[in-house]
Each structure stands twice: as structure tokens, then as C-alpha cells.
């Protein structure tokens, strides 16, 4: 069974540009959470897809936005980047969308912008 | 806004000692609960789930819920240094048809030889 992949490892972007990210779910799982992580604090969630439709979205501006594919894998795309973008970005892939279920993360794409 | 307050840390214990970590969540209609460990620079990693109100045992680890309380807790019993990282609660929201989670800050614990 492969686990939760991301590409890629890092990435240093400058202000203003725009970037994508990259998320290989695990095998069997459907649906693909994005959360970003600032240092010292706690994942917090972006958005996640299921069957290639969003599924809900937290508190992030309309430049986030993300894709699913049929093969279940995602992408998450930050348009006109901010300092403040800086962060640790995970996905985590479950089984369904459903809140029972757990969610497994992949190792994450450490942003940094300049 | 759904919160998860965890005990601020960092906790320091003795190898072979019990570490406890704390959590309260604000949502009463959360119905899954879990603990991520998340070593520094590296992503979270699950190591318990709990549903139901009770104990919960895996290994050396034991998740405690009471959801009259909305408390749910983490023990670590003969504790490693191994097991120096972080440790964060997530809450499920059942508010919505999503699976989204809330998380705590983390609580940053060391354990020494």
C-alpha cells in the first residue's frame, strides 16, 4: 500500500508569484484534504476535493484553489503569494469524505516566500 | 469558530515516567477525535483515534474521551525519548457533511534519559 505523497520537498518563491503543489493520495482514498501550517501552530484547513468537485472550503482567499483528478491525485495553487504564505502545506488523503475517518498526511511542501 | 485548546507546554518528563496531554474542544456535536504526533520539520503522523466516550489502549498509548467534559486526553506510559515531538488534538466537524479538522497549537514534549 502506498502511503500520502507531496511534491515539492521545498520551494522559495518571491512575493507576488504564483505556485503549484502537488499530492499523490494513498491508495483507496477518494477524497484529499490541503491544510496549512504556520510555524508554532496547528494545521489549519484550506479546502478539500472528493470525486473532483470541492467539497468545502475554510477560511482561505479565492488565490488558493486546488484540483482533483480521476486518479484521486490534487494539486493546490496559490496565486499572487504573500509573505505571509510561508508555511509547512499538507494534504492528507482519506477514504471518504465522511468525518470519521481518519486522515493520513502526506511529509508536506515547506513554502517560503521572500 | 470551532476551537481546540490544548495544554500550552512544553511538558517535560523522565524516561519511563507517564506523560499526559490534555485537550477541550468547543463543538459538542464533534464526534471523532484524534492524536497526531509530529516529530520537528516533519508532518503530522495519527497514532489514535477515539469515538466513543471511555478508554481507548495502543500499545503504550492511551486515549482517554469524555465528551459530557469535551475533554479528551493522551497518555504515554513508559515514555521514550523517542517520543520527544509534538502532540496535537484534532477534532472532526460534524457541523457540515465535511471532513475537516480542527487542531490545537500542539503540545511540545520532551522527554530525557
Known amino acids: 500500500e502506498t502511503g500520502v505523497t507531496q511534491s515539492p520537498t521545498h520551494l522559495i518563491k518571491t512575493r507576488g508569484q504564483q505556485v503549484t503543489l502537488r499530492c499523490s493520495s494513498q491508495?483507496?482514498?477518494?477524497?484529499v484534504s490541503w491544510y496549512q501550517q504556520a510555524l508554532g501552530q496547528g494545521p489549519q484547513f484550506i479546502f478539500q476535493?472528493?470525486?473532483?468537485?470541492?467539497?468545502g472550503r475554510g477560511n482561505f482567499p479565492p488565490r488558493f484553489s486546488g484540483l482533483q483528478f480521476p486518479n484521486y491525485s490534487s494539486e493546490l495553487n496559490v496565486n499572487a503569494l504573500e509573505l505571509d504564505d510561508s508555511a509547512l502545506y499538507l494534504c492528507a488523503s482519506s477514504p471518504d469524505p465522511g468525518g470519521y475517518d481518519e486522515q493520513f498526511f502526506g511529509p508536506g511542501t515547506r513554502l517560503t516566500v521572500l | 469558530q470551532k476551537e481546540v485548546e490544548q495544554n500550552s507546554g512544553p511538558l517535560s518528563v523522565p524516561e519511563g515516567a507517564i506523560a499526559s496531554l490534555n485537550c477541550t474542544y468547543s463543538?459538542?456535536?464533534?464526534?471523532?477525535f484524534f492524536w497526531y504526533r509530529q516529530y520537528s520539520g516533519k508532518s503530522p503522523e495519527l497514532i489514535m483515534s477515539?469515538?466513543?466516550?471511555g478508554d481507548k489502549e495502543d500499545g503504550r498509548f492511551t486515549a482517554q474521551l469524555n465528551k459530557a467534559s469535551q475533554y479528551v486526553s493522551l497518555l504515554i506510559r513508559d515514555s521514550q525519548p523517542s517520543d520527544s515531538a509534538t502532540y496535537l488534538c484534532a477534532v472532526n466537524d460534524r457541523g457540515s457533511t465535511l471532513g475537516r479538522l480542527y487542531f490545537g497549537r500542539g503540545t511540545q514534549l520532551t522527554v530525557w534519559p
Open positions: 491508495s483507496g482514498h477518494n477524497t
Open positions: 476535493y472528493y470525486r473532483e468537485e470541492e467539497n
Open positions: 463543538d459538542r456535536g464533534s464526534q471523532s
Open positions: 477515539i469515538y466513543s466516550n
